[in-house]
């Protein structure tokens, strides 16, 4: 199943802001987290993820640092802001409304197919 280039960019705000809720992180490990958690369905490339994350940096929602790895090799990784952690929870809520209105109408009639 492929999902929607639309489905994929409007979710990518808040899957970044929820992986960083539970740590900072860096690109790579950002793109493989969210591929586990769809089962590989989502598989962002570097040329999607990272004009997101520099947008939200612009926005103030997270910030970023260059650290060295334990491999010795330098990365920028990225942490929640106060201000990621207040567009998280409006991301939620927003999400929860479609979620909830859609799970009502599969669950009202039987889908067709």
Do not use: F
Request: include cysteine; charged fraction near 25%.
């Amino acid at each position: 199943m492929q999902l929607s280039k639309e489905l994929v960019a409007a979710s990518a705000t808040p899957l970044i802001l929820s992986v960083l809720s539970q740590g900072e992180s860096y690109g790579y490990a950002i793109i493989k987290k969210v591929a586990d958690l769809t089962n590989d369905e989502v598989q962002w490339s570097d040329g999607m993820l990272y004009p997101v994350l520099h947008r939200l940096e612009k926005q103030g929602y997270i910030v970023s640092e260059w650290k060295k790895a334990d491999t010795g090799r330098r990365r920028k990784y990225y942490r929640l802001e106060p201000g990621g952690v207040t567009a998280l929870k409006e991301e939620k809520k927003k999400w929860t409304i479609m979620n909830n209105a859609l799970s009502t109408l599969w669950e009202e009639k039987p889908c067709l197919i």
